[in-house]
């Protein structure tokens, strides 16, 4: 009996077929017509979209349209997070929109209401305002983040935890003023997960339970969050961070570790206030500079100090 929760082109066979192997067959189709996005080159990663779609009751055309790929993780686009949030019911207005700020009341069905606000001073302390397209299109990526951001954490079961494009791939994804781009090969090119970050760094959202033993079996305490994430308040990182900025600051961590440092002698050594700021100035190579001013450090200093 068809899912009476989808839509109903969800259940035409020339649409969706209902096996995994008509999936692939239509997939190929698709993807050799060349009227895909250019980042869907096989029929499996077309499959994966539909798939994703699927889950969310969204058809495959639309999915292509609004669901993207980054770092092998589906991401969805802001415009289709508000529209689930509408189909489920619910609604949002915004409230306002600038250059500098970002504001949406979002309502649930039920009456509850919640406001978000992301504004460019967010985005600086985030260290997202040095790419060309937040240059380019403040006001669009302020409401990119502030549905994103609001969406997950007032209705969480609407866009089932994800997030958009450029939260996971920052400049690796450009957008045009109406849509993202994916460049091809350098969103995908990340390292596998090593064992103990997978426990935490696969999970959605981020498992900070996972996370909180990882650190007590380094003997590092919850109190020194802080200095780790840049607030005593998990919930607040994850606003405008992701699992993958987590899996950075736990290579830090591990690296200094190894080397007797703590996360309070690793910040001091690196010059910032938190681990969290380090990794927010540059992602990419966060984990090869620090080594590389840790190593410098330690090289002059006649003794290792005691970890912090």
Same mark, same amino acid.
């Given at each position: ?211 909180? =033993?990882?650190?007590?079996? *380094? ?8 200095? !780790? +994430? %840049?607030? $005593?308040?998990? /919930? ?17 961590? =591990?690296?200094?570790?190894? *080397? ?8 001091? !050594? +690196? %010059?910032? $206030?938190?681990? /969290? ?32």
């Amino acid at each position: 009996m068809p899912d009476k929760n989808l839509p109903a082109t969800i259940h035409d066979q020339a649409l969706m077929p209902k096996t995994f192997d008509g999936m692939m067959k239509q997939a190929d189709v698709l993807v050799r017509s060349g009227l895909l996005p250019a980042e869907i080159k096989t029929a499996a990663a077309a499959v994966a979209i539909m798939m994703t779609g699927r889950e969310l009751s969204i058809p495959p055309m639309q999915a292509f349209r609004s669901i993207y790929v980054v770092k092998g993780k589906p991401t969805l686009s802001a415009q289709l997070m508000g529209a689930l949030i509408f189909r489920a019911g619910h609604s949002y207005k915004v409230v306002d929109s600038t250059n500098e700020s970002c504001t949406i009341e979002y309502r649930r069905k039920t009456g509850e209401t919640y406001q978000h606000t992301f504004t460019i001073q967010d985005a600086e302390r985030a260290g997202l305002r040095g790419g060309m397209t937040w240059k380019q299109y403040p006001k669009a990526m302020l409401f990119s983040r502030c549905m994103s951001a609001g969406a997950r954490a007032f209705m969480p079961d609407v866009i089932a935890g994800m997030y958009t494009p450029e939260e996971i791939a920052g400049e690796a994804v450009q957008f045009d003023g109406e849509e993202f781009t994916v460049i091809d090969g350098k969103a995908r090119d990340t390292e596998p997960p090593e064992v103990v970050e997978a426990e935490y760094h696969e999970t959605k959202p981020i498992d900070w339970g996972a996370f909180t =033993k990882a650190l007590a079996d *380094m003997e590092i305490a919850t109190a020194s969050y802080n200095v !780790i +994430l %840049g607030t $005593d308040n998990p /919930a607040e990182y994850e606003e405008d961070h992701t699992r993958d900025d987590l899996a950075v600051i736990y290579k830090l961590i =591990k690296y200094g570790m190894s *080397m007797d440092l703590g996360p309070s002698k690793l910040c001091k !050594i +690196l %010059g910032v $206030d938190s681990l /969290a700021a380090w990794v927010d100035d540059d992602p990419d190579n966060a984990v090869a500079i620090a080594k590389q001013t840790i190593d410098k450090a330690m090289a002059g200093e006649p003794a290792q100090e005691e970890m912090l």
